[in-house]
Nanobody, 123 residues
């Protein structure tokens, strides 16, 4: 069982940046591709992006390409989501999740989830 804990959320103005972190409890962290999802009020949870087990490749949803970047450090059991040029529509709870498959944006293929961290972007 991998436990994931997100942090780094908060309130930011449009155009600003935030860096979210996701810390894993297990050394088996490197066995998993790590994805980020988000869920806005009244909307379905949607895929943001994913990074491969080694960190050598990433895959993003079209709406974040060029603005968000995912990185990881397997020695620290941590994955990050760097978010730049934030927009009010990026306001959501952001979740990290672990999957065996890569690349995948399907929630059903993610086995472990964090509790989420709130990101609010003001206009």
């Amino acid at each position: 069982q991998v436990q994931l804990v997100e942090s780094g959320g908060g309130l930011v103005q449009a155009g600003g940046s935030l860096r979210l972190s996701c810390a894993a409890s297990e050394r088996t962290f490197s066995y998993y591709a790590m994805g980020w999802f988000r869920q806005a009020p009244g909307k379905e949870r949607e895929f943001v992006g994913v990074i491969s087990k080694s960190g050598g490749s990433t895959y993003y949803a079209d709406f974040v390409k060029g603005r968000f970047a995912i990185s990881r450090d397997n020695a620290k059991n941590t994955v990050w989501l760097q978010m730049n040029s934030l927009k009010p529509e990026d306001t959501a709870v952001y979740y990290c999740a672990a999957a065996n498959a890569y690349p995948t944006g399907s929630r059903n293929q993610y086995h472990y989830w964090g509790q989420g961290t709130q990101v609010t972007v003001s206009s």
